[in-house]
């Protein structure tokens, strides 16, 4: 299973940045795919997961501005991040894991993981 983000770069504060995540070795899987997010000096952060049958969860602090989607083979995975704020400025991953069942929030849970792309948020 390999997994490979893109769409990072350098936005202002309350702009919109798309982040996509294309997944391989998953063709006759069930799967979750989470987003995760490391800022500077900070734990890294589980913001949201989809599952390949299209389920999302968010967490609280992201649920209300961004959005977790997928396309129909649910091989390209993306996260719409819209009023973005400096302090969203991380370095943004997705995981994903085989499984059955609801998608976990834990990052134990996610056995491969992208390279990450960075998003830089100005004021």
């Known amino acids: 299973v390999q997994l490979v983000e893109s769409g990072g770069g350098s936005v202002q504060a309350g702009g919109s940045q798309r982040l996509s995540c294309t997944i391989s070795g998953v063709t006759g899987t069930q799967y979750c795919v989470a987003w995760f997010r490391q800022a500077p000096g900070k734990e890294r952060e589980e913001l949201a997961t989809i599952s390949s049958g299209g389920a999302a969860t968010y967490a609280e602090s992201v649920k209300d501005r961004f959005t977790v989607s997928g396309d129909n083979s649910k091989t390209t995975l993306s996260l719409q991040m819209n009023s973005l704020r400096v302090e969203d400025t991380a370095m943004y991953y997705c995981?994903?894991?085989?499984?059955?069942?609801?998608?976990?929030?834990?990052?134990?849970?996610?056995?491969?993981w992208g390279q990450g792309t960075q998003v830089t948020v100005s004021s």
């Open positions: 995981a994903a894991y085989i499984t059955w069942y609801a998608c976990s929030d834990r990052e134990a849970a996610y056995r491969y």
